[in-house]
């Protein structure tokens, strides 16, 4: 598996790293350039050579071929060793080989042979697998053999085949050619040289690019995978490899499903992989899954295409943001919010225990009396209405239990998927625990709720704290701006082709327009100090998302402001 390397603190910087890396793509191109031209020129230098060999029998066995034999010999050795020999050995046999063939050119048919010509590639390769000095140092080298082959041949020193000798013995004709291969090979060499060096300082800006993008991955506090189409991961940064729950192969990729825990977290990371391949946007994706060691993460996936330059979708590049503490910490504040209200409500819970208590205690009393007078005047006990009284103490322990057992389970942390809840009941048990509360503030609530039996998808302690908040709200309201004597809080749950919906509206001043965008905002408060954190609204507005219902806020004609909290309807 090939992974993005982790820079930790390394003594380079990215900017040497890139400069290493340029320099070493540009050596390994300039090496299968060199070793591409020695394979072409022995397969067009074998065939040339023993055409020239096949003229032994006209001119004899000359020093020329003798020449061309050992310069092709090495040429040809050099190329079938090449993957074992060292770049600058290449290099020096091939400009050593072109140059020789080059003056064997112009010592066997002068200034109309090829050696002008070869002596042009040989300055050409010289600047594109060596340094610019060297270059102008092969013009220097060819211009001189050009020069002394010249006076050679235009001095009578030599004489060739060829039957246009004068052409050979002309000055004007090889100074031309010296003035050719100085101007044009220094042109040559000029523009080779401006090309590698903009080739180098591309790859060294795409090298630095790369190196800066791969630090800011490796220590980017999210998980990063690249899966390719067939979902098989292709590249994880440092903090993916936590996520991972079985090691990447070292010689292959491998299916992501096979690289992740089971369960239904990994199951709905692939459902939105797929979705994104297809072309869906994904964003924002809260998946709970289980990282090597077993433990629960909570992650925000962020998911788009990795297409190619024809624009076709190649794989999928996925950002997973780690939420766990953020959860948890949301959580905790959850729960310490929940205890805060069983606070809250404690004259109203005891007043709720307080009445099955007292019932107890009348029915317990009339039982003793009615034993008490049974036994004075020794008769028998009635059976009858021995029973219909213990029944009605264990109807009242019943109800207390009911109290009390929703108050245990109030003050537990909620975990676990979301469930098919009533949601009649989830408002019968927040009224049970606040009706008392109003009774004693003088506040009427009226509960106004349909006939029929609703059910919502929701987690039923966290909809119950949502509806104790706004509830929490409303009481604030009515008893801070209502006029005496019309304090009101009115709470219905309806249902419609779309949603269920649960109002709660107050008899208060309402919200001003401009505190209306701002309500359900962290520490965002309008009440006094030290009478409001601002964050109720906020947790609120948090509990019902994650649940995947909503809340708005809204001033009534009437007065007071009015709350709805809509779940959609689920499909059947």
């Not at 010689?251 to 990994?266: C, F, I, N, Q």
């Not at 929940?338 to 009393?365: C, D, Y």
């Amino acid at each position: 598996m090939k992974y993005l390397s982790m820079l930790t603190s390394p003594p380079s910087t990215p900017v040497d790293v890139a400069t290493a890396n340029s320099d070493a793509q540009l050596a390994d191109l300039s090496s299968q350039m060199c070793n591409t031209i020695l394979t072409v020129l022995c397969v067009l230098g074998v065939p040339a050579l023993l055409g020239s060999l096949s003229r032994i029998s006209d001119f004899g066995l000359t020093p020329v071929m003798v020449i061309q034999v050992l310069a092709l010999s090495a040429l040809t050795l050099v190329t079938l060793k090449k993957h074992r020999l060292s770049y600058e050995f290449r290099v020096a046999v091939l400009l050593g080989a072109i140059y020789i063939l080059a003056i064997s050119g112009l010592w066997s048919f002068g200034h109309l042979g090829g050696g002008k010509l070869m002596l042009l590639v040989f300055i050409v390769l010289t600047a594109l697998f060596a340094e610019t000095r060297y270059a102008y140092a092969a013009i220097a080298v060819s211009a001189i053999s050009l020069i002394m082959f010249g006076w050679v041949f235009v001095s009578g020193s030599m004489t060739v085949g060829a039957a246009t000798t004068d052409y050979h013995q002309s000055p004007q004709t090889w100074i031309t050619a010296v003035l050719t291969i100085v101007m044009l090979g220094g042109f040559i060499s000029s523009a080779v040289s401006r090309i590698l060096a903009f080739q180098r300082k591309l790859l060294l800006s795409l090298e630095t690019q790369a190196s800066y993008n791969a630090t800011l991955i490796e220590q980017a506090a999210a998980c990063m995978l690249v899966v390719d189409n067939n979902y098989f991961l292709r590249e994880a940064n440092a903090e993916a490899q936590e996520l991972l729950a079985t090691n990447p192969s070292a010689d292959g990729h491998r299916p992501l499903s096979e690289l992740l825990a089971p369960g239904p977290g990994t199951e709905r990371l692939l459902a939105n992989l797929q979705a994104a391949l297809l072309g869906q946007t994904v964003s924002n994706v809260e998946i709970q899954m289980d990282n090597n060691t077993g433990d629960h993460l909570d992650f925000v996936w962020n998911m788009a295409p990795h297409r190619d330059t024809n624009g076709d979708a190649i794989g999928i590049i996925c950002v997973g943001q780690n939420i766990t503490e953020l959860k948890q910490a949301q959580q905790r504040v959850i729960h310490n919010s929940r205890l805060t209200t069983l606070g809250e409500m404690t004259t109203s819970i005891a007043h709720e225990i307080n009445q099955p208590l007292a019932v107890i205690r009348l029915t317990t009393q009339n039982l003793l009396k009615k034993i008490a007078v049974s036994s004075a005047k020794d008769r028998f006990l009635d059976t009858e209405f021995v029973q219909s009284k213990l029944e009605r103490i264990d109807e009242q322990v019943a109800r207390a239990a009911v109290i009390t057992d929703h108050m245990r389970l109030f003050g537990h942390k909620e975990e676990g998927p979301q469930i098919q809840v009533s949601a009649q009941s989830v408002i019968q048990n927040v009224l049970s625990l606040t009706a008392q509360q109003y009774r004693l503030q003088d506040i009427e609530l009226t509960y106004e709720k349909p006939k029929e039996e609703i059910t919502i998808t929701a987690r039923t302690l966290e909809l119950e704290q949502a509806l104790l908040n706004v509830l929490s709200n409303a009481e604030y309201a009515v008893n801070k701006f209502s006029s005496s004597g019309s304090k009101h809080i009115f709470i219905s749950l309806s249902k419609d082709a779309t949603a269920t919906k649960i109002k709660i509206s107050d008899s208060g001043a309402g919200i001003s327009e401009l505190t209306l965008p701002y309500i359900f905002d962290p520490f965002y408060t309008t009440k006094e100090p030290g009478e409001g954190t601002g964050l109720g609204l906020s947790e609120t507005y948090k509990l019902l998302s994650d649940m995947g219902a909503s809340i708005s806020a809204a001033n009534s004609p009437s007065g007071g402001a009015t709350f709805t909290i809509e779940f959609a309807n689920t499909q059947a």
